[in-house]
């Protein structure tokens, strides 16, 4: 066996007995079951195996799930990372590195395992880092609801037209939105070089524009049934009216028998048109109500009358038509107006 492979058996063997016994502290994480340690130990040892026989693709599956398996051991992560340098992915190695340092540079007495994880990741980051390329992505004529992606990984709007760390070699940017043509564009660039990826969007002419919706006060659809030209909203108004009149009516009843009540009470307690000064309430009460009543009767009536012409008015029929939108003006208007001694209602019709 080799020496390389006996050193990883060897590191596995203590990383599994640093898991099950040593605390770790100043690190969060959700504890693994046994068999997700077992797990992660098996698929650790098939990925080393995988990396020295040059397989990286393999290597760097099995590495990633035994990770996931057990997140917190950097042991996993540093396979992780190092497979993913062979394979050119060298911003998600430096990331791996980092991961390694954030979670375990603090930690003052780590497993030695763990221990000698993160003095590699410390040792190998600086060189990968220093490999990373970077493009600077700009879109003209991009709407808001644009997507622009790069190898098929949404890139977020606020990362636009600044530099973005990206892996050295070909990449392909596009974007797409709604009625407009796709725009696309690929570029190369090297190890720690620098690229830019201009795309310009624009409108596509043949796009159907699909109308915006409207709100409840854009249109005015028609009434179902027998009116189509308005007939609907002149007998809307017209019921209002009788309401108003009906409303006015019982107002004037109501307050006309209180008044004959009162003036009843003054009868007995008035002679010859005088009244005591201990009847002044009644009387003040008696005209409040004899006002109220005239009121009452004059509204009743006024609006009995304003619905029924705009009950007559209302146009007939004329079968189906488009809706009334809310721009849609009448020729023909109605106003009901009380004044001191006369009511009545004017209009066009």
Known sequence: MRPRRLAFFAASAAFAVAVLTAPLEGTAWAEPTEADIAQARQLGQQAQEAFDAGNFADSEKKWAAAQKLYSVAPTLTLGLARTQVKLGKLVAAQENYNKIIREWGDNPSPPPAFKEALDAARAEVGAVSARVANVTISVEGAPPNAKVTIDGDSIPNAALGLGRPVDPGQHVVKAVADGYLPAEVSFTVAEAGKAEAKLKMEKDPNAVVTPPPQGPGDTLPPPGGDDRRGGGSNKTLAYAAFGVGGVGLVLGTIT??????????????????????????????????????????????????????????????????????????SDRWITPYVGPGSAGVTGRF
Do not use: E
Not at 263 to 289: E, F, H, I, W
Not at 308 to 320: C, D, F, H, I, R
């Open 256 to 329: 006309g028998l209180v008044a004959i009540g009162k003036k009843s009470d003054l009868n007995s307690m008035c002679t010859d048109g005088r009244c005591p000064p201990s009847a002044q309430d009644t009387v003040d009460s008696y005209n409040t109500m004899g006002t109220l009543s005239t009121v009452g009767f004059i509204v009743g009536g006024v609006g009995i009358a304003a619905g029924a012409v705009l009950w007559l008015t209302a146009p007939k029929s004329t079968g189906a038509l488009a809706p009334t939108t809310k721009t849609a003006k």
